[in-house]
Every structure is written in C-alpha cells, then in structure tokens.
C-alpha cells in the first residue's frame, strides 16, 4: 500500500506542499489565538480568526512562493533553506499586520501578540515538517528496498570523511556506518552525523572486532603513500576488505561520492608526495599559448594534455591515430574546460603531408612530441616499423616545428635510449640525436629532449599486466627474480617533463628526471598479491627469463654521459659528448626512401655503425612463429 501511494505522492509533491503549507498556516494560525487566550478565546475573535484566515493563507503560499519554497525539496532542506523560511514568514506577518491593522483594520482589531506567536509557530511547524519528511525519506530509502546493509569503518574524520557519511545517511548506498577512526586525539569521542569517532588506526583490529565492522573504508585523500601503506597494514590485519577513497586530486576534480570508492592499488602505495598541478612558472610559460601534443591519446601524452589544459593554453591541438583513445580524451577536456578551444587531429606522425598541414593551419607555440612505439619485445620482431615511427616520425614532426618556427619542441624519451639493447632503446637514441641536431638547423626553436624510466600504470606497464593476469587466476609473470625498474606516477612524470622545458639550459640538451630507487619487479608483484588477498605462495610467480632485447636494470644515463643538477629538484641535464657518426640529418632522405622502398642496406649499415652488436632484423616477424609473451613494455 505504502509502496503504491509513495509513487503517485511524489509525483505530485509540489500540489502537495502547497496543501500542507496551507493547513500548517490555518493551524499555527488558531494556535496562536488558542495561545494568546489562554485556550479558551472569545467568541468574537473567533469570527476575526475566520474572517482573516483566508486572506492569511493566500499571503502565506505567496510569499513562500516570491521565496522559491514550494519548490525546494525537503529531503535536501539546510541553513540556507531555513533563512529563505525565515524571511519569508517575516514578510507574510508584516504584510498580514500592515493589511488588517491599517488598511483594513476590524473590529475587533488583530492583535499584534497573535501575529507574532502564528510567525514563530508557522516557521517551527514549516521547519519541523521538514525535518520529519527528511529522517521519513532516509528511512524509507535505506529500509524500504528490505537489502541488509553493510557495516562500515570509515577511516579519517575529515572533510572527505564528513561527505561521505553524509552521503550514506541521505542516500540508500548498502552501508550502514557503524564508527570512525582517525589518529587525532583530538577527534575521539565527537560524532560526525551522528557517528563516534572511536579511536586510532593503531587500535583498527580492535576496533572493528568490537563494532562488528565488516567493511572499512579509508577516506583520507591527503594521505602520502607511507601513511596509506600504514593504514593499509592494519585494515590487513583485521582481516576485513576494505575500500579507498582516491587522491586528493580526484576528489578535487568533483564531488566525494561513494561511487569514487575503489581497491587500493599498488600505485597508490609506491607513489611519491602529490604533487602540485597548478605552478605559476607554467602557467606564465602556457597561457595564451598554442601547444601541439603527439601521441595525445597515449598514458603520456593524455596527462600532458590535462597539465597543459589547467594552465590556460589558447589552443590544445591534440594528435593521435587512435581515434577512439583521442574521442574520450576529447570529451574529458571539453568538460573540464569549456573554455578552451581544443583540437582534435587524427593524423599519422610519419605522413610529411599530414603533419605539414597541422603545423601550417595550427601553427604551434609549443610541441610536446610523445607519439611512439614503446613496446620493446614486439619492436624488436617489428623494426622496421619502430624504424619509420620513433626516428622518422620525430624527424617530421621536429622538422616542421623547426619550419614554423615553433618556440619550443620537447621530446618524450625513455631510459631505453641509454646504450640500447634493443630496437626500440636505439630508435629513441636516433630521435634524441636528431632533436639535438635540429637545434643547429633551427636555433630559433628550443629543442630538447626529456628521457625517464617506466611510469606506474602506463597503457601496456607491468601493473595493468599484472592485474590482468590476477584477474584471470593465472601466475604473475617476472622475467627475472633479480629485474629492477624506475617507478614514477604519470602525474609526476608529466610534471616534470613541463618543468623541465622550462630550463635555460634546455635548448639543444637531453635532460633526465631522477627516478628514485629502483623497485624490483618481484617485490611489486608480492605486494600486489598480497593487496589482492592472495597467498604469495611460489606457484604464484613465474620467472620467465630476459626476453630479446630486454635488460636486468635501466639506467637513465651512459657511462659517458655527464649529468649535472639543475635549479629543479629531481632534473639532471646531460651534457653529452658529440657523437662520432656526423650529421643524421642528411641520412634521414636515405632512410626514408629505404623504408619506402624495401631496401634496407643503409639503415641497416647507419644502425651497425650507431649501436654495435645490436641484433637488428628488418625483416619483421613474417613468417616467423613469433612467440610474444603478453609482459611490460616502456
Ligand atoms: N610509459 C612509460 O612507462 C614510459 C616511460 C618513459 C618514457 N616513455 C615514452 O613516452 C612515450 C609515450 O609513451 P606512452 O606510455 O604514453 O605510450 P602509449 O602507447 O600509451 O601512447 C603512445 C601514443 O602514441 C600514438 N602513436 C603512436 N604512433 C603514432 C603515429 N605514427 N601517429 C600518431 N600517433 C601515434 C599511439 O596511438 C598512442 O596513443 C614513448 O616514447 C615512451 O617510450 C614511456
């Protein structure tokens, strides 16, 4: 019955509160003469309470209309709503006294007593209904769909916390919290909506035994990597799931919602401090600026297009041949920045007449070139291709930002660059070495080059591996129990290719971002079992042996290369010695028509004189029963 009437009642709520306004004014109305008489008032004013009472309820529902409240929505009602109520009762009174005490007046006279008692009731009465519509609706939408809810430990009494018990209590999200932790003492034993704040994370196992918890959930988006790994020891040990709430940055981009709630992942525990998103030296170097981004739909190139965006570019001209990667990141940023004007370009890097195109009608200040192939074990069956995309793609783009006389040109490198083992490592080398070279040939663009290891959770990196193979309950594969590799945040790294292009010394130069420790690959697979619930147990972990072209730890810089420490912490700049091989340049026509061509005897010659010993074959995998292990790439 209740659950047939609900319907039909909400659809006609506003009907419905004008109703109810008006039978609350007719109440607080006979109350206050009830009041003001003792309960028992004369018969004529009575009579007055009739002749006025309708007049009374027209002012009333005008006035609660003038201030928008037979639209507002109870559930929702706050302070803001209890001002507009207040102002617009105090209004209705004084219309009500100016009406029937001057323009009007009756015999007997309305007294001033009544009207001041049927304010103070009429906004209580309003106020009050309110209220029960509200703890009616929440019980209603928490009990009425009959599901057992969850009980829930929230971790962390701030500002995220606050929102989202706020959120369980309004809306039917299956939890039903039952306590919160935080480590200030000074939080112990006040509620937040009506919820203790119990005690300290170091007492979690406790905790959750005593309040019969079977979920928690860490709210606590400010926390840097070593606190959360803390708190995720002790939610382990109380051996219950638990749920984070994520960075500090997404809670910035919108609402604490409970639906932002997810695992805790590894990246969240290997991470370094947040970093700051918004500097005022890129904001001073972007504003206004035209920047082009290659390879925009890619883990680098997306991030560096939402950088840049925050810092008011006057045109992002992002290009990409993946044409659905790029309609998302598209989307994304129209959202974000309706403001700024955004191109999307799906062109190929190494087509000359494409690119020729989008530099002639775009004409970029800035070019942040992060289109490549980055997968080593698969360009080593592919050469030929990481030939054509990673040395000549570059060349493209760098010439005709050179062309225009675009400001700036920075390439995205890779630590596979450093004395490559593999295809992929020396087709970055050669794009580093023309970058560096076109400085000569264009000294009016500031070209460069930004080389860094692995980033946590790049398209194709060793954690979404990892997790997929989790996911389908097979062993997580690691080349060697020895491999190590930098780790760093795409945020971090991104941020730290912008900032670095802003070095003096950046022109005509190859800088490296300082990794930190490296981090052995078999370290992060126990950890990930373990976040995961899963046993580390030896059959877990398969160790694959070094696949071609694959090293056992990264470097960032050669033997020969010195690096130097610039004004920005974590930046070194290489100063490399002039390499003997002479101008690359002027091979480039060769090798592009080689690769049009099919005869490959220069390449071939150049990459053996370049890199020594390296196995090179140009021939590709055709015909070969190419064996690719699904591993990390970059
Ligand atoms: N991911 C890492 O851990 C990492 C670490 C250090 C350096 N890097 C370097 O950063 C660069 C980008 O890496 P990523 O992780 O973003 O790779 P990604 O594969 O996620 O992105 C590369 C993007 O480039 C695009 N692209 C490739 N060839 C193109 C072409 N011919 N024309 C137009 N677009 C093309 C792809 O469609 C893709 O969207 C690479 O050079 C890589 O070596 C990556």
Redesign the pocket.
């Known amino acids: 019955m209740t659950r047939s009437l609900l319907p039909a009642l909400f659809a006609r709520r506003r009907h419905l509160a004008i109703l109810l306004y008006g039978i609350v004014a007719v109440v607080a109305y006979f109350c206050a003469y009830l009041i003001r008489f003792d309960f028992q008032p004369p018969r004529s004013y009575l009579g007055l309470f009739a002749w006025t009472i309708w007049p009374l309820v027209a002012i009333r529902l005008a006035t609660f209309r003038i201030f928008r409240l037979t639209r507002e929505r109870w559930r929702y009602a706050g302070a803001q709503d209890v001002v507009r109520l207040l102002s617009a009762t105090l209004c209705g009174s004084l219309i009500f006294l100016v009406l029937f005490r001057f323009i009007l007046p009756l015999n007997p006279v309305v007294p001033v007593s009544v009207v001041a008692a049927e304010l103070v009731l009429m906004s209580w009465f309003t106020a009050g209904m309110w209220l029960t519509y509200r703890l009616f609706y929440e019980r209603i939408r928490h009990n009425g769909d009959g599901q057992k809810r969850k009980r829930v430990l929230l971790i962390g009494a701030g500002e995220a916390g606050n929102l989202l018990l706020r959120e369980m209590a309004r809306f039917p999200t299956g939890y039903q919290p039952v306590g919160v932790v935080d480590d200030d003492s000074w939080m112990w034993g006040a509620t937040l909506h009506g919820i203790e704040v119990i005690g300290a994370t170091r007492d979690l196992p406790a905790i959750a035994a005593s309040t019969k918890a079977e979920e928690i959930i860490i709210a606590v988006p400010s926390a840097t990597p070593d606190d959360l790994r803390r708190i995720v020891q002790k939610c382990e040990a109380t051996g219950l799931p638990f749920k984070v709430l994520p960075g500090i940055r997404e809670v910035l981009a919108g609402d604490v919602r409970l639906q932002q709630l997810r695992e805790v992942r590894i990246e969240d525990l290997l991470g370094r401090e947040p970093i700051e998103l918004e500097l005022p030296e890129l904001a001073a170097d972007l504003h206004g600026e035209t920047v082009l981004i290659?390879?925009?739909?890619?883990?680098?190139?997306s991030e560096l297009a939402r950088q840049v965006a925050l810092n008011a570019p006057a045109t992002l001209v992002l290009?990409?041949?993946?044409e659905t990667?790029l309609f998302y990141l598209e989307l994304e940023l129209r959202r974000r920045h309706p403001k700024l004007q955004i191109i999307p370009v799906v062109?190929?890097?190494?087509d000359v007449a494409a690119m020729q195109a989008v530099f002639d009608t775009w004409g970029p200040d800035q070019v942040f070139h992060?289109?490549?192939?980055?997968h080593v074990p698969m360009m080593e069956l592919n050469a030929r291709e990481a030939i054509s995309?990673?040395v000549i793609?570059t060349w493209c783009v760098a010439e005709q930002a050179g062309r225009i006389g675009a400001s700036k040109f920075v390439l995205?490198?890779?630590?596979?660059a450093v004395r490559p083992a593999n295809v992929?490592g020396a087709t970055?080398r050669v794009a580093e070495l023309l970058v560096l070279e076109m400085q000569s040939r264009f000294p009016k663009t500031r070209f460069g080059a930004v080389r860094?290891?692995?980033?946590l959770g790049?398209?194709?990196?060793v954690i979404p591996v990892f997790r997929r193979q989790l996911a389908a309950g097979e062993p997580l594969t690691v080349t060697d129990p020895e491999t190590t590799r930098y780790f760093m945040t795409i945020p971090e790294?991104v941020q730290l290719i912008l900032k670095a292009s802003l070095l003096p010394d950046f022109a005509g130069h190859i800088v490296m971002l300082d990794m930190g420790e490296p981090v052995k690959i078999v370290d992060l697979a126990e950890n990930l079992l373990r976040l995961s619930g899963v046993p580390v147990t030896a059959d877990r972990i398969v160790f694959t042996g070094l696949r071609p072209g694959e090293k056992l730890h990264e470097e960032l810089a050669a033997p020969d290369e010195e690096t130097m420490q610039t004004e920005i912490e974590k930046i070194r700049i290489i100063r490399s010695r002039p390499h003997e091989f002479g101008a690359l340049l002027r091979r480039i026509e060769v090798w592009r028509h080689e690769l049009d061509s099919g005869h490959l005897a220069t390449i071939e010659q150049d990459f053996g004189e370049l890199f020594p010993g390296l196995p090179l074959n140009l021939h590709g995998s055709h015909g070969r029963a190419a064996q690719l292990e699904v591993i990390a790439g970059?």
Request: charge should be negative; hydrophobic fraction near 40%; proline fraction near 0%.
């Open positions: 290659t390879g925009a739909a890619g883990s680098i190139g290009l990409d041949q993946a990667e062109a190929d890097i190494v992060a289109a490549a192939y980055k995309n990673n793609g995205v490198s890779t630590d596979k992929m970055k860094f290891g692995n980033v790049s398209n194709g990196s790294a970059d």
